[in-house]
């Protein structure tokens, strides 16, 4: 059985910064594509960033652009998500999901497993 579990979420003040950690059991972790999504109250789910199978290349929100960065170790069968100068506008619910194609898309239906969520709550 699957599972994905996040940790790191937090409140944080307006330019600070979080580390999110997402540890994934139970699948053949080196060989899926990664993401991180994230849910706004009344809001729907949105992409954030996404890491490919060898962890070389990534990809980005343009909201997040400049300010997060994803990884993976996959010794450690765990993603991550560094995320500096915290804004406001970041306050939401941060998923991390699997894609065991590997397709490394946007879409959140291209993922097929998922974490419960870390809150993030960013203070002004």
């Known amino acids: 059985q699957v599972q994905l579990l996040e940790s790191g979420g937090g409140v944080v003040d307006v330019g600070g910064s979080l580390r999110l950690s997402c540890v994934v059991s139970?699948?053949?972790?080196?060989?899926?594509?990664l993401g991180w999504f994230r849910q706004a109250p009344g809001k729907e789910r949105e992409f954030v960033s996404a890491?490919?199978?060898?962890?070389?290349?990534?990809r980005k929100s343009g909201a997040v652009k400049d300010r997060f960065t994803i990884s993976r170790d996959n010794a450690k069968n765990t993603v991550y998500l560094q995320m500096n100068r915290l804004k406001p506008e970041d306050t939401a619910v941060y998923y991390c999901?699997?894609?065991?194609?590997?397709?490394?898309?946007?879409?959140?239906?291209?993922?097929?497993?998922w974490g419960q969520g870390t809150r993030v709550t960013v203070s002004s």
């Open positions: 890491i490919n199978v060898k962890g070389d290349s990534t």
């Open positions: 139970g699948g053949t972790f080196s060989g899926w594509s």
């Open positions: 999901a699997a894609d065991p194609q590997a397709r490394y898309g946007y879409s959140s239906y291209l993922y097929q497993y």
